[in-house]
């Protein structure tokens, strides 16, 4: 019902005034409107006391479910209790928060370097919608710019485990593709990846330097290739000429990819694909759920996935190796969404957010060791 609201506003404002929508998209962000459009729809007042009932309801500002320092001991997470999306730090487990960053640009942390010692982050100017990345101590201090262009679109992809390379895909070659860079941490110089037409971006990587590359060709379908720093090239290896729904990641053997599709069962379900022999096999039963998402961390050590089961987020666990049932703590019989954010690149600490009808995410750290 909802979605049907929005398309019929939508058709209601262009029959409005079809003449002011003519040829007026020019690109993402403010600069895509123009002022005569703004002010063709000015928004209607809101009574004062329906006003204070909707920033009671606001005023709720739960924080980001962040990322662990790689040993655990830290948190760096996103906060807008002041407003604007800032980056934040624990130093420990219910620890008073320390702001990182500030102003009135919206920032959000991507990655933290395999030392510790420096944070990746992504700043977006005034709104515009074209983010650019950053460097900054993870102690603190000022922010140093690894791409930041205006009306250019800059994205974070990874962090290299030798933390030498910082991985990311922009639109500064073209407005409507993608290409793909790596940037070096030391000598602070762009290596082009990727330049071919086309969104491209990375949708998982291997430590031997491998990346699987993905290719957006609909609103949900993708194709998939490998690049290697040896071949240099892009192999096809999944969803060449077809339309269907892929989300893949590398799984734990060579030549297997894990893939979330709806390609064999009403529902979205996992399954391991051999790529060489081009043979499916199920990973998740099959039920009348649909697989909602899954990451796999960098050391292959776990697989974690969602199910919405009638609305609800059931968050489940697999051996990353052995792609089999793994145990996860217990949580409150009140929690109505329960899921995972970021695993460390060793596998040994995951973000877990459990969110109830009362209260707000809160946000754990599962250290999988102990």
């Known amino acids: 019902m909802k979605a049907r609201r ?120 005034k709104g515009e919608e074209n983010p650019g990345l950053y460097t900054m101590p993870a102690d603190g201090g000022a922010l140093q710019p690894i791409q930041h262009i205006p009306g250019v679109q800059t994205q974070f992809d990874f962090i290299s485990d030798d933390g030498t390379w910082v991985y990311f895909h922009s639109n500064d070659r073209s407005k409507d593709a993608y290409a793909v860079y790596r940037w070096n941490l030391k000598s602070r110089q762009r290596e082009l990846i990727v330049g071919e037409p086309g969104l491209w971006g990375i949708a998982d990587y291997r430590r031997n330097g491998a990346l699987l590359l993905r290719k957006l060709t609909g609103s949900a379908s993708s194709e998939y290739f490998i690049w290697t720093p040896k071949a240099r090239a892009l192999k096809p290896i999944l969803g060449q000429k077809e339309k269907t729904e892929y989300n893949a990641a590398f799984g734990p053997e060579d030549g297997q990819l894990v893939v979330l599709t709806n390609k064999f069962d009403d529902f979205r379900r996992l399954y391991s694909y051999r790529y060489g022999t081009k043979k499916w096999s199920p990973i998740t039963p099959s039920q009348a759920w649909d697989v909602s998402g899954f990451q796999i961390d960098p050391a292959r050590s776990h697989l974690l996935y969602t199910v919405n089961a009638g609305g609800y987020t059931h968050l489940a666990a697999l051996d990353g190796k052995k792609l089999k049932p793994e145990a996860l703590p217990v949580f409150p019989k009140e929690a109505d969404q329960v899921y995972s954010g970021v695993t460390s690149r060793d596998g040994r600490y995951t973000t877990i957010g459990v969110e109830t009808a009362t209260a707000p995410r809160t946000s754990y750290v599962y250290d999988w060791k102990t």
């Open 6 to 125: 929005l398309v019929f506003v939508a058709l209601l404002c262009l029959s409005i005034a079809p003449s002011a929508f003519a040829d007026t998209y020019t690109g993402l962000g403010a600069a895509s409107v123009t002022p005569e459009i703004i002010a063709h729809f000015p928004p209607r007042p809101i009574p004062d006391d329906l006003s204070r009932r909707i920033q009671s309801m606001l005023d709720v500002r739960a924080p980001g479910l962040g990322l662990p320092s790689p040993d655990g001991a830290r948190l760096y997470f996103g906060w807008k209790v002041t407003g604007v999306s800032q980056v934040w730090r624990l130093d420990g487990p219910r620890r008073f928060p320390v702001q990182l960053t500030g102003g009135e640009d919206a920032t959000f942390v991507d990655d933290v370097t395999p030392d510790g010692r420096t944070l990746v982050v992504s700043r977006d100017r």
